[in-house]
Nanobody, 124 residues
Framework: QLQFVASGGGSVQPGGSLTLSCTTSRFTLDAYAIGWFRQGPGKEREGVLCISSSGGSTNYADSVKGRFTISRDNAKNTVYLQMNSLKPEDTAMYYC?????????????????WGQGTLVTVSS
């Protein structure tokens, strides 16, 4: 178990922004494609975005295209999720984990157990 930790969640009004961070103290992230997932109230967990280990390739769910961006700073051992134009339907617990893929691609097949998530609440 790799033990990813997601942080940076909070409460925000519709149209607002948040930046989530994903890291771990147990190993270096640069060998892994990383994905962000979320699980809203009464919903199944879904893949949101992922990024290849090199950072050169990303994959997005249609529901967040144009609003969310994923990036990584391997020197800081951190993957970021920038969320703009937030909507109430983005309310969910957000998780990050290693996903299928490599240097050039990524997918939404989780390869590790779910670690600590971070709650995002979008409400007026």
């Amino acid at each position: 178990q790799l033990q990813f930790v997601a942080s940076g969640g909070g409460s925000v009004q519709p149209g607002g922004s948040l930046t989530l961070s994903c890291t771990t103290s147990r190993f270096t992230l640069d060998a892994y494609a990383i994905g962000w997932f979320r699980q809203g109230p009464g919903k199944e967990r879904e893949g949101v975005l992922c990024i290849s280990s090199s950072g050169g390739s990303t994959n997005y769910a249609d529901s967040v295209k144009g609003r969310f961006t994923i990036s990584r700073d391997n020197a800081k051992n951190t993957v970021y999720l920038q969320m703009n134009s937030l909507k109430p339907e983005d309310t969910a617990m957000y998780y990050c984990t290693a996903v299928s893929g490599g240097q050039r691609l990524c997918g939404f097949n989780a390869l590790d157990a779910w670690g600590q998530g971070t709650l995002v609440t979008v409400s007026s």
